[in-house]
């Protein structure tokens, strides 16, 4: 079995986990703006809960977006760095597909639309099916205006279940998504402890990759308002 630490600040929040033979250890604190002081002390903290050195890692892993352009960076650059000095292999995860597993486990949900609040009247997107703590992408994973919003039409009849702060644009979206959605969770957000069970699976599918080939998820390139 694989031991694997996965490190996440995509958001307001951040988070790191440890895979230790199917058992995972995590540590979530709602820090904003405060990631880079508080991102190393938690991994040092579940690591010694896990009992796991970082020598004992086989894999790295981290929120590779979309979200928070300055806390993907972060998170990208702690785990390079770990990964490069260990000489591990290093897997990106998505923070969408986060979201909807850690709701498939909370909620038990089968069809969910992970949305995050992507700023500039836009959403971060993207849909999964999920079941046996698996996820699968039914959807891109996109940034586009909520009115723009659709629901898969692969999936038609599901009934889809939102989560993510990207729902708190409610008012905006089309009519037809309003009605084919069966509840909302707007409070929950990207955490290392889905992220990690992910990157489990992904290093059992061979899927890590060498440090320097990882990069962000950015979704678009534009950062800022061009005012006039």
Not at 63 to 85: D, N
Not at 86 to 103: C, K, M, Q, Y
Not at 167 to 177: A, Q, Y
Not at 207 to 218: H, L, N
Request: proline share 7%; charged share 20%; net charge negative.
């Amino acid at each position: 079995m694989a031991m694997l630490l996965a490190l996440d600040a995509s958001s307001s929040a951040c988070s790191c986990a440890v895979w230790r033979d199917g058992e995972v250890f995590s540590r979530f604190a709602l820090a904003p703006r405060e990631h880079t002081r508080r991102l190393m002390p938690m991994i040092d903290d579940v690591l010694t809960e896990a009992q796991v050195a970082l020598t004992d890692l086989d894999a790295l892993a981290y929120g590779q977006g979309p979200g928070s352009f300055t806390g993907l960076r972060i998170a990208a650059g702690v785990a390079q760095g770990l990964a490069f000095a260990l000489e591990r292999p290093l897997i990106g995860v998505s923070t969408l597909a986060a979201l909807a597993l850690a709701a498939h486990r909370r909620y038990h949900l089968r069809h969910v639309i992970s949305a995050l609040d992507a700023r500039m009247s836009e959403i971060y997107v993207g849909a999964y099916h999920c079941q046996d703590d698996a996820v699968t992408p039914v959807m891109a994973d996109a940034v586009m205006p909520p009115q723009s919003l659709e629901l898969p039409p692969a999936n038609q009849g599901a009934q889809w279940c939102g989560v993510g702060s990207g729902w708190s644009l409610w008012e905006d979206m089309p009519i037809e998504v309003k009605t084919g959605i069966n509840q909302c969770f707007v409070d929950p957000q990207p955490d290392a402890a889905a992220m990690v069970r992910l990157a489990a699976r992904a290093f059992d599918a061979q899927e890590g990759r060498p440090p320097q080939e990882v990069i962000p998820v950015y979704l678009r390139d534009q950062v800022a308002i061009k005012r006039g």
